[in-house]
């Protein structure tokens, strides 16, 4: 089945709008043209704007790991969990820090983890 990795879009300006979890609405006036763009339902559902000339930047779990590797984004506090929240491409994650989501974060989606567990593999290839 075909899931959701990334659900994005990026306005004529530039400006990239990204809903990482459902109701995440996002909202942004393009500064070119003062149309309004938006996107809504994080991973759950892909909710956006219709002006015709967004960039869709939506990845998919049926595309090619190296893809996948450059949109999954995993939101981190550091580790030692008192830092801002920051999101963190699974390509630039640490190896260390990917076992650490694996074997702590129960509630993880499987597609996640599924890609987790392919970028491991990924480095073990190269």
Not at 80 to 90: A, E, M, S
Request: aromatic share 8%; hydrophobic share 30%; charged share 30%.
């Amino acid at each position: 089945m075909r899931t959701l990795i990334r659900n994005a879009i990026q306005t004529p300006d530039g400006m990239v709008l990204e809903s990482r979890h459902v109701h995440d609405y996002i909202e942004y006036v393009d500064s070119t043209n003062g149309k309004t763009y938006i996107v809504d339902g994080g991973l759950d559902y892909a909710r956006r704007s219709a002006n015709g000339d967004e960039i869709d930047l939506n990845v998919y779990s049926d595309e090619p790991h190296e893809v996948i590797r450059e949109a999954l984004t995993w939101g981190t506090y550091g580790k030692n969990g008192d830092q801002p929240l920051t999101y963190v491409k699974l390509k630039d994650m640490s190896s260390e820090h990917i076992r650490a989501c694996l074997e702590e974060c129960f509630y993880m989606g499987e597609i996640v983890r599924e890609a987790m567990l392919n970028e491991l593999r990924f480095r073990n290839k190269t």
